[in-house]
């Protein structure tokens, strides 16, 4: 879905949009931010947050919408004042309702938990900041660590997080309004206009290619991890092919110290798919990232998923 623009095209878009990111996009080639969305538009983060215009205003299914290289917002008029723009549904589309749910009892300390899935620390800030359930639905699963960056899937947008960036540009959203955008054949496929990158935006991840039958998602519990007060815990959730929990499957882990790896097994997966191993961290340094490799076999099948935690702090 990457086009390639000059260099002097993106530098000119950045500038415009870190300096004005509330402002509205109106370059020659640009759609601009429609009414009845401008004021919601306005108040959420601009092209900041949202990013900017990717189609002009549309009717879809007899309802007012229109595309933003993060969002899609739509207008109902039925709705009570100052309720009437909301952000469509379309992180369901992507991530789907199939990420196991996590039991109220393996809940991160300080984390929020909406009957399903948690919203941990790390995110609660920038969750709450753009108005917590109201803009992003319900969360629809954890957190987890994809290369240098942690995501996590909302009913409605996608929160990223990249420490690799400065703080102010940390937190961002995924750039599900334009692949939707696309996906839903509302984009034009030449041009600058729907491919601009003025915002702090981020693709995607490619999706997992588990082999048919077999599912696995892991997740550290502390993803910065202090050795002083914590033992860490490695979760994983088994699945089939259709999303469904598998029981007593054993979630075999293999952790990279820094001198050598080190090999846990779980205990069988219960009735929700769900298996932990709890373990000390070896000696480190602070700042190293500790690698691992979770695998299951079924059947003569394997499937793995790879995944990090960064331990801080004094043994």
């Known amino acids: 879905m990457k086009s390639i623009h000059t260099a002097l095209l993106c530098l000119t878009l950045i500038v415009v949009a870190c300096s004005s990111p509330t402002s509205t996009p109106k370059s020659s080639g640009e759609h601009e931010v429609a009414e009845p969305f401008r004021g919601y538009y306005n108040a959420n983060g601009g092209a900041l947050v949202l990013g900017v215009p990717i189609t002009s205003g549309l009717i879809e299914e007899g309802v007012r919408v229109q595309y933003f290289q993060n969002v899609r917002l739509e207008y109902h008029p039925q709705l009570p004042e100052g309720k009437q723009v909301i952000p469509s549904s379309i992180g369901i589309n992507f991530e789907g309702n199939s990420t196991p749910c996590i039991r109220p ?21 920038f969750f709450n900041q753009q108005g917590g359930l109201q803009f992003f639905g319900y969360p629809i699963s954890e ?20 420490k690799s960036k400065p703080v102010e540009y940390q937190f961002g959203l995924l750039n599900l309004g334009s692949q939707w955008c696309t996906i839903n054949k509302k984009c034009q496929s030449s041009g600058p206009a729907n491919v601009v990158t ?11 290619v588990s082999p048919k039958g077999l599912g696995l998602k892991t997740l550290p519990e502390f993803p910065v991890f202090d050795i002083k007060t914590q033992r860490q815990t490695l979760k994983a959730w088994v699945t089939d092919d259709k999303g469904k929990p598998v029981s007593g499957i054993v979630v075999s882990f293999s952790v990279q110290y820094a001198v050598n790896s080190e ?16 373990l000390a961290v070896k000696p480190y340094k602070p700042g190293d990232l500790i690698l691992y490799r979770a695998s299951i076999t079924q059947n003569g099948v394997t499937v793995s998923e790879h995944g990090s935690f960064v331990v801080w702090g004094k043994p």
């Open 263 to 278: 090999r846990y097994e779980t205990s069988p997966s219960d009735r929700n798919g769900y298996a932990f191993v709890s």
């Open 198 to 208: 003025a915002t702090p935006t981020f693709m995607l991840p490619p999706p997992d």
């Open 143 to 162: 957190m987890y660590i994809s290369g240098t960056q942690v995501i996590q899937h909302f009913e409605r947008a996608s929160i990223v997080w990249n």
């Open 105 to 125: 009892q393996d809940v991160a300390p300080n984390a929020y938990y909406f009957d399903c899935h948690s919203v941990r620390q790390e995110f609660l800030g």
